[in-house]
């Protein structure tokens, strides 16, 4: 197997003009992310099925041409369990691919387990057993070796060939929609991310809609602070500290430095900022705060969601899609607040495929 080196504007335009027109491309990212906010782009893979592209970012300056590629409808790209590839794309260019299919989302839309890894998958369905050699790899550093560029070059060979036989199963059982659904799902959920992140915080779940509102301001300064740095979030504030300031909402220094959560430099640097969040939080009116996580399930709700688990997994194993794949756990108690009364919020990805093969038949068992 052999592959080419694209280290320079000329060759990356050149390897561009030479992709086959209307080509499946596969696609994979090679990056580093130990301490740093953004992922640090080091290689990109494309294989069109004649030939293995190695791109080296370190070594480009014209990008327009690859956001052209990555974007245009008449390219399927292909990536598989996508997610960090997604934010890789999203900070070095500007831009998410599309369209775009999953073979790690795909493969669970057609019977295969859950999420199946890329060794995995790659084994069972062309009996391929991949070389671990270059997993921790330094990246960044250069010229890279030839093992590095052989490790690279597999993640996308055998990546174009799995995605041919899910495209077939897809075609055969009439799911082809539904991968293209997924990918667009997929680009979703990477931009939704930005959307009140506060809530995804571990603990923020328990706290009162005053405490909420702490939490999101202290999540929005930490934020900017750690993209501004381009540092981990957690080398500003880890989630801990930012819980145990928005229960207690200190009002001294002497209060803040009792939670025990936040680190010294920290009280040292940010002490005054942290306590004037606290107090501006404070300050809000009721229709400033937002909204309260919704009350825990009543014994009755609780009954009926150990019902709708069971059955979306005996649902799950008639049409011949992996159950997590299907719905998560928070989709599921939806269902259950939705049936009791409670207002919800419909997700997105309720609709398309899963409101007809899904919603609509738990919706129905949970009347």
């Avoid at 229709?287 to 609780?302: G, H, K, N, T, V």
Wanted: hydrophobic share 45%.
């Amino acid at each position: 197997m052999s592959w080419t080196l694209v280290e320079s504007d000329e060759a990356l335009a050149a390897a561009l003009q030479s992709l086959p027109a209307g080509a499946d491309i596969a696609i994979d990212t090679e990056f580093m992310r130990t301490s740093t906010f953004y992922p640090k782009i080091a290689l990109l893979q494309l294989f069109t099925g004649d030939q293995v592209y190695l791109i080296d970012p370190l070594a480009i300056t014209d990008l327009d041409g690859l956001r052209a590629m990555l974007t245009d409808p008449a390219h399927l790209k292909v990536l598989h369990s996508g997610s960090e590839d997604l934010e890789v794309f999203s900070h070095w260019l500007g831009i998410l691919p599309e369209p775009l299919v999953d073979t790690q989302r795909a493969a669970s839309l057609l019977g295969e387990a859950g999420g199946l890894g890329y060794r995995n998958i790659v084994e069972r369905f062309l009996g391929v057993e991949l070389d671990k050699g270059e997993t921790r790899s330094d990246w960044l550093r250069r010229p890279l070796s030839d093992s590095q560029c052989h490790y690279a070059a597999m993640d996308v060979l055998h990546l174009l060939p799995v995605w041919e036989i899910l495209k077939e199963r897809a075609v055969s059982a009439d799911r082809m929609p539904w991968l293209l659904e997924e990918g667009i799902e997929l680009r979703r959920a990477m931009e939704d991310r930005e959307h009140e992140p506060f809530r995804r915080v571990k603990g923020a779940g328990k706290l009162s809609a005053r405490q909420l509102a702490t939490l999101a301001q202290l999540v929005a300064w930490r934020e900017e602070r750690a993209r501004n740095a381009d540092k981990p979030r957690g080398w500003v504030l880890d989630d801990k500290a930012c819980v145990a300031i928005a229960r207690a909402m200190p009002g001294s220094q002497d209060a803040l430095a009792d939670l025990g959560a936040v680190p010294p430099s920290v009280l040292r640097k940010q002490g005054d900022v942290l306590l004037d969040i606290v107090e501006q939080s404070a300050k809000l009116t009721e229709d400033e705060l937002p909204a309260s996580f919704p009350s825990p399930l009543d014994e009755r709700q609780r009954g009926q969601l150990k019902m709708l688990k069971h059955s979306a997994r005996e649902h799950a194993a008639k049409i011949g899609v992996a159950p997590e794949m299907m719905l998560t756990a928070a989709d599921i108690e939806l269902l259950v607040r939705e049936q009791s009364g409670e207002t919800v919020k419909i997700p997105r990805r309720w609709a398309g495929w899963r409101q007809e093969m899904v919603i609509k038949p738990l919706r129905e068992l949970a009347a």
